[in-house]
């Protein structure tokens, strides 16, 4: 039996893994629309979005060494 889910079914954008939409990115709006939906950011799995919140940090750290 399958749930019924009041998600769509998203693949992550880096690694194309099926998300759980209760552990996607928390950064992730998804705005459902008649006939479309229309993503605030890449749909990325809680792993890869964890990964790149990381880059970010760790580019964001280097800038502020660089001054
Ligand atoms: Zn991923």
Do not use: K, N
């Not at 880096?14 to 209760?22: K, N, S």
């Not at 006939?35 to 979005?49: A, D, I, K, N, V």
């Amino acid at each position: 039996m399958v749930p019924s889910h009041p998600y769509v079914l998203l693949r992550c954008d880096a690694c194309d893994q099926l998300i759980d939409p209760e552990t996607a990115s928390s950064g992730l709006l998804i705005f459902p629309r008649a006939g479309e939906t229309t993503y605030e950011e890449p749909p990325l799995c809680s792993r890869c979005g964890m990964a790149i919140g990381l880059t970010a940090m760790v580019r964001w750290a280097e800038e502020e060494e660089e001054g």
